[in-house]
């Protein structure tokens, strides 16, 4: 069965720390791949989003994502993290002919101020 | 575009009530997907919609819950009767695999409180 994999459930952070939030997929054929995030109180909004070309995707807010087809992986990534980056992150998978998409987890990150 | 429009924000009731949580769908989108989200489960997919009919129930929890789309621009999630471990927050998503591949709008949520 497909499935997504995050690394990290909670991670806390210090204002200006970079970042990194792993995830992995188990899925052998062509996939779009997402990053959502979750502020507190609100409801999911993509963050970035990658379906073919450039595997070095960026999103909003200085986000940015990898995605690395032999070791099936899609890390988010930011340089410098800011105290409004408090939320929680998931990474989501969809077959490319599929219209679910499965849904990581999640990744809660706490910066501190 | 006014986006995934659900209601009611919040609903408190008593155990053994019915309860119906209702979304509108971004117009022109073909796929719609019920959401529940706790702390101890995560986010679960209940069930998803394809151009109004359902394609997956397999995440609907048990008969008690129950979903319609009635037609493109509205569709309800039914408990009946709620019992205190229904309280989660419900979202509602919409998608269009043409317009925007695949992309899950969500909605704003409902918050369902069962004392």
Known sequence: ?113 | DAGVIQSPRHEVTEMGQEVTLRCKPISGHNSLFWYRQTMMRGLELLIYFNNNVPIDDSGMPEDRFSAKMPNASFSTLKIQPSEPRDSAVYFCASSSRTRAKNIQYFGAGTRLSVL
């Open chain 1, 1 to 113: 069965a497909q499935s997504v994999s995050q690394h990290n459930h909670h991670v806390i952070l210090s204002e200006a720390a970079s970042l990194e939030l792993g995830c992995n997929y188990s899925y052998g054929g062509t996939v779009n791949l997402f990053w959502y995030v979750q502020y507190p109180g609100q409801h999911l909004q993509l963050l970035l989003k990658y379906f073919s070309g450039d595997p070095l995707v960026k999103g909003i807010k200085g986000f940015e994502a990898e995605f690395i087809k032999s070791k099936f992986s899609f890390n988010l990534r930011k340089p410098s993290v800011q105290w409004s980056d408090t939320a929680e992150y998931f990474c989501a998978v969809s077959p490319n002919r599929d219209d679910k998409i499965i849904f990581g987890k999640g990744t809660r990150l706490h910066i501190l101020p």
